[in-house]
Structure formats: C-alpha cells, structure tokens
C-alpha cells in the first residue's frame, strides 16, 4: 500500500523545485525526488507512491516512455505529466496514454497542490462533503413526515430520494443508506393512505389538479413532440424505477439533451392495466366498454397486452383527428433486438410514431425469484441499479436510440410501472376463486389479515376497473408487503421474501420517468 499523500517527483531539473516541494511538505504531504526516469523506476518498485509527478522531456527515455513503464509496474498509480512543452500532439499523447493529469511549466505551488489533493484525497473529500449534504438534506426531509403534501410535492420528494439512493450507493455509504431507507419505508405508509384518499377523486374530475396519470402519457406528452416533429420514437422500458432511470441517464446525456418530467401510474401498477393504459388513453373500464374483443377477465393476462399497436392508433387518430402511421415493436431476446435494430432506419425515415416496448428488466425482476444465477447478479437494489446500466450499455435499447440521435428523431422515454424490493409476507383471506398476484388481487370475501398491509378497493369502477362479480374486491399492498395465503405461508415466504414486485401502491411503484431526448446533432 502506498503512504498516505505520498509524492515521488521525477524531473532532471529537481533542484529548481525545492520551493514546491517545501509547500507540499508544509501542506502534510511526503515528497520524494528523481532526476532520471530510470532510477523512478528502481524507487517504484522498491515502494509505491500516492502520485507520480513527471517530466515529459528528461535525458533518455522520455516522459511518457516511462509513464507505460510505471503502468507496468503498478496499473493503478495516478502519474501526473508536467512539461513545457505546448504542442497539441503532446498534449493528444498524454491523454491517449490516460495520463491522470497534465500540467504546463512553469508550475506554480498551488497548482501542484490543486492536482495531488485531488488525486490523493478527491474520493475522501467527496465523501464527507455527500455525507454533510445528506446529514442536513436529511432532517428537513425527515421533518416532512407526517405532512399533507400535494401530488407536486409527493413528485419532487421522490425524485430527490431516488437521487439520493443513488448517489449513496455509488459513494459505499452503507449507515447513510440505511437512514435512507428508514426515511422510505415510513414514507410509504403516508403515501398509501395519499393515494386512498385521493385516487378515486382524481378519476371523478379530470379537470381538477391531479398529477398526470398513464393515461395522459399519449395527450400530455406524446401528442406535442408528434406535432412538433412529425415523427417521434416512443420507448417503453417494462418495470423502469425513477433509481434505474437515473443511472443510465447520464449516458444518456452524452448524445441527447434531456427533459425529465414525471407522472403517476393507474393502479393496479401492473402491466396489464399500466401499459395498456399508456397506449389506449383509457382506463381498463373504458377499454373493455370501448373494445370488449380486446379486453375480458377470462383472457390470461398476458394476452391483455396483445393489441397495443392498435389501440395507439385509436388513441392518436382521437387525439390528432387524422390517421398516423404507427410502427410497433415489442422486443423479449437479442434475436428481437437484432431484427428490431435492422427494420428500425426504414421506420425512423418516415412520419409517425414508431413505439417500442423493451422487456429486459422486466425479466429480470422476475425471472430472478426462479433463477439462483440472476438472484445472485442482482440480489439487493443496488445490484439491480448496476446490473441495468450494465445491461443498458450493450442493449438494443442503446442501439435503437442511437440510430434515432443519427436521423435527428426525437425521443420520449417512459416505463409502465416501477417495483418494489418485497420482504414483508402479509396474510391474506381469500375464496378459490382470488387471483394470483402477490401485490394486488382480485376476490369474494377478500380481506387481509393487517389492516394496513393493503389498500381496499370495494367499488371496482371508482378505480377505472372493471366491474367483476358481485362481491368482488381488490387487495393492494402496501409499503413492502407481498400477499400470501395462511396454508401455504412458510412456501411463500422462502420462495418470495427479497423479490422486487410491482402492482401495489408504493411511491417505486407509482411515480414514473418520462423524458423527452432531443437529439444534440438535430
């Protein structure tokens, strides 16, 4: 291990540098000195240093020359390249070799100072710095509870605690995640009984202030670009939360400019009634009115989702009073990627909307409870946050918006429904008839065993659903319940415990991304 702020400088004018080195020595630091590349070379191997401080145009073999040597001996080691002279090649050379950093005599101490603390103890500094932003952030978040916030506030709160569950994971701050975690599980309790009195009334009145709920994504959202650009590319990344939008949105960044806006998902948070909602503008009562060969409760729920294309193009000839041509593919492998990214230039070329429908996180959300290999990959929520962005950066998803910042077509990027991390089994009293999910269900004389692990929901309409039997009401969980039955309680909490779920009514559930990329080269 290397010695704390620890300097070897190398450079055959060293005596010229004793002033630098007197500052960096009054500054805490231990600075070693080498005239010639080869004897730095002899002192590296003997012990590791915190940083190289080099010379680019030393007797013998040149600066970088002996940059690729110290590579050898430790890939790691931060070197910093200190020249005179200013020709861009140099400067080129540097940065291709992934020189750590470059600075043109004559130096002055403070410069000098500038770059190693930033090498030596930049990581350290940003971490006390998170950790003081948070600590205080905290409080005034934690003073929140209890509040009656507005659907606006509910928004910007979660958004920001997203942000924050990030930035903590990636900075390894395991106590601060924790009172994360603690401020949002208490949260979701105030945000289930939010929705319990709110919900129904923002179906009642359209008009009044609710947030923007799945089936405005077509009028508030996609309706605009559409008529802006005449054509747009609208993707539908299956089970996206706001944590996995913000670790792939950075390399998003680099090629679009991007608008965030966020909206609510109908309940229950499920494909079927989410998604279906996005690509009709209906809630499922008015698509099983409207369509019934599209919609009935005999139908498997997967088969509810076969007719998105067509009810798109319902929703955009209302909505623009004219038919506009719809492109629809939905990708599940990489064979429906390749034969995607293939068809895709010739969709991107013309007019219209060509929507995609991505499934991969989807999959993997679930396909982790039955797969030991995926559980492994993915076993907390920050597994999964990296094993997106891993997944995202060789994706057709990746590819497929490439190839539309190339045509200069705008995006608009939004998921169905979030899930949830599930550890809490909560009983529940069914008939034979109830159905399977285990974040929301559907039965006769259907009660939970805590009253606060669910939302109830007797009147089935007053939630844009369906009438069903009579008797009939639906179950969704909250905070990070999954429902299991009494006779079959210790199976379903071994195989169900850890899962990440959706159909309840959590905030990673329900309050969604929506963003508008704008290709940076258009």
Request: contains cysteine.
């Given at each position: 291990m290397p010695r704390p702020k620890s300097i070897l400088w190398v450079d055959d004018e060293v005596e010229s540098l004793t002033s630098h080195i007197l500052f960096l020595e009054e500054q805490g630091f231990a600075v070693d000195t080498s005239a010639h590349g080869d004897d730095a070379l002899v002192m590296l191997q003997r012990q590791p240093y915190g940083v190289v401080l080099l010379d680019e145009q030393m007797p013998g073999r040149r600066g970088l020359e002996i940059f690729r040597a110290i590579r050898a001996i430790d890939g790691a080691m931060p070197v910093v390249m200190v020249t005179k002279s200013e020709e861009p090649d140099t400067l080129k050379d540097a940065i291709g070799a992934e020189i750590s950093d470059y600075l043109i005599k004559p130096v002055n101490p403070r410069q000098v100072l500038t770059v190693v603390t930033r090498l030596l103890e930049g990581d350290r500094i940003r971490q006390q710095r998170l950790s003081r932003d948070f600590a205080t952030r905290f409080r005034e978040l934690?003073?929140?509870?209890?509040?009656?916030?507005?659907?606006?506030?509910?928004?910007?709160?979660?958004?920001?605690?997203?942000?924050?569950?990030?930035?903590?994971?990636?900075?390894?701050?395991?106590?601060?995640?924790?009172?994360?975690?603690?401020?949002?599980?208490?949260?979701?309790?105030?945000?289930?009984?939010?929705?319990?009195?709110h919900y129904a009334a923002w179906l009642r009145d359209e008009r009044g202030d609710r947030p923007p709920l799945s089936v405005d994504v077509g009028?508030?959202?996609?309706?605009?670009?559409?008529?802006?650009?005449?054509?747009?590319?609208?993707?539908?990344?299956?089970?996206?939360?706001?944590?996995?939008?913000?670790?792939?949105?950075?390399?998003?960044?680099?090629?679009?400019?991007?608008?965030?806006?966020?909206?609510?998902?109908?309940?229950?948070?499920?494909?079927?009634?989410?998604?279906?909602?996005?690509?009709?503008?209906?809630?499922?009562?008015?698509?099983?009115?409207?369509?019934?060969?599209?919609?009935?409760?005999?139908?498997?729920?997967?088969?509810?989702?076969?007719?998105?294309?067509?009810?798109?193009?319902?929703?955009?000839?209302?909505?623009?009073?004219?038919?506009?041509?719809?492109?629809y593919e939905k990708v599940f492998t990489a064979t429906d990627g390749d034969a995607l990214l293939r068809r895709l230039p010739g969709y991107l070329s013309k007019d219209g909307v060509t929507a995609l429908v991505f499934n991969f996180i989807d999959q993997l959300t679930h396909g982790r409870t039955e797969n030991s290999t995926l559980f492994e990959v993915a076993r907390d929520t920050p597994a999964l946050r990296s094993l997106t962005r891993t997944w995202f950066e060789?994706?057709?998803?990746?590819?497929?918006?490439?190839?539309?910042?190339?045509?200069?077509?705008?995006?608009?990027?939004?998921?169905?429904?979030?899930?949830?991390?599930?550890?809490?089994?909560?009983?529940?009293?069914?008939?034979?008839?109830?159905?399977?999910?285990?974040?929301?269900?559907?039965?006769?004389?259907?009660?939970?065993?805590?009253?606060?692990?669910?939302?109830?929901?007797?009147?089935?309409?007053?939630?844009?659903?369906?009438?069903?039997?009579?008797?009939?009401?639906?179950?969704?969980?909250?905070?990070?319940?999954?429902?299991?039955?009494?006779?079959?309680?210790?199976?379903?909490?071994?195989?169900?415990?850890?899962?990440?779920?959706h159909g309840g009514v959590s905030p990673e559930e329900v309050i969604l991304p929506i963003a508008l990329l704008t290709p940076r080269r258009g």
């Open positions: 934690e003073a929140r509870r209890g509040e009656q916030l507005a659907w606006r506030e509910w928004v910007e709160l979660v958004a920001e605690l997203a942000e924050w569950e990030v930035r903590l994971g990636q900075a390894d701050e395991p106590g601060l995640q924790d009172a994360l975690r603690t401020l949002q599980e208490s949260l979701r309790q105030d945000f289930a009984r939010y929705l319990k009195r009028a508030e959202f996609l309706r605009p670009v559409l008529e802006a650009h005449g054509r747009v590319l609208l993707v539908v990344v299956d089970c996206l939360r706001l944590d996995q939008w913000a670790m792939i949105r950075p390399l998003i960044g680099k090629h679009f400019d991007i608008e965030t806006a966020h909206y609510f998902s109908i309940l229950p948070t499920a494909t079927p009634f989410a998604r279906n909602a996005i690509f009709s503008g209906l809630f499922p009562a008015e698509i099983k009115s409207r369509y019934p060969r599209w919609w009935s409760e005999q139908q498997e729920e997967a088969s509810l989702n076969a007719h998105e294309a067509e009810l798109l193009t319902e929703q955009l000839k209302e909505l623009t009073g004219r038919a506009v041509p719809v492109h060789r994706s057709p998803l990746w590819d497929a918006l490439r190839e539309a910042e190339r045509r200069g077509v705008p995006v608009l990027l939004t998921t169905d429904h979030g899930s949830i991390h599930c550890h809490t089994p909560a009983t529940v009293f069914a008939k034979r008839d109830t159905t399977s999910n285990l974040r929301y269900k559907f039965g006769d004389d259907l009660r939970a065993q805590d009253a606060d692990a669910a939302l109830v929901v007797d009147d089935l309409p007053s939630f844009g659903l369906p009438a069903r039997a009579p008797g009939t009401r639906l179950l969704l969980a909250t905070g990070d319940r999954f429902f299991v039955y009494p006779t079959k309680l210790r199976e379903y909490q071994a195989r169900y415990r850890g899962a990440f779920l």
